[in-house]
Nanobody, 120 residues
Framework: VQLVASGGGLVQAGDSLSLSCAAS?????MAWFLRPPVKEREFVAFLAGSSGVTPSANSMKGRFAISRDNAKNTVYLQMNSLKPEDTAIYYCAAALGYGNYQQPQIYDYWGQGTQVTVSS
């Protein structure tokens, strides 16, 4: 399975971006992680079957939303009211099995990452 992420770019604070990640095959769980500059990778959100975790970190709550189109094997991350601190490389990931989907180790496949840069 290959994951192709797209939708990143350079935007101004307050703008919106919609990231998408298309999988070449069926997967069970799909998620987004981010890696800010000089920081560790962080979990954003996942969807798996009928369950999921929406962006719940205080910094994202109410601004980011994850969704999925199972027919297209695609997961989306809608990001609104972007802030400079949202600047990061955003990665999508997919898992075939079950586990703690907030942990990166559970994922079998990773996208190439898409850069999001928010200027003030």
């Amino acid at each position: 399975v290959q994951l192709v992420a797209s939708g990143g770019g350079l935007v101004q604070a307050g703008d919106s971006l919609s990231l998408s990640c298309a999988a070449s095959g069926r997967t069970y769980a799909m998620a987004w992680f981010l890696r800010p500059p000089v920081k560790e990778r962080e979990f954003v959100a996942f969807l798996a079957g009928s369950s999921g975790v929406t962006p719940s970190a205080n910094s994202m709550k109410g601004r980011f939303a994850i969704s999925r189109d199972n027919a297209k094997n695609t997961v989306y991350l809608q990001m609104n009211s972007l802030k400079p601190e949202d600047t990061a490389i955003y990665y999508c990931a997919a898992a075939l099995g079950y586990g703690n989907y907030q942990q990166p180790q559970i994922y079998d496949y990773w996208g190439q990452g898409t850069q999001v840069t928010v200027s003030s």
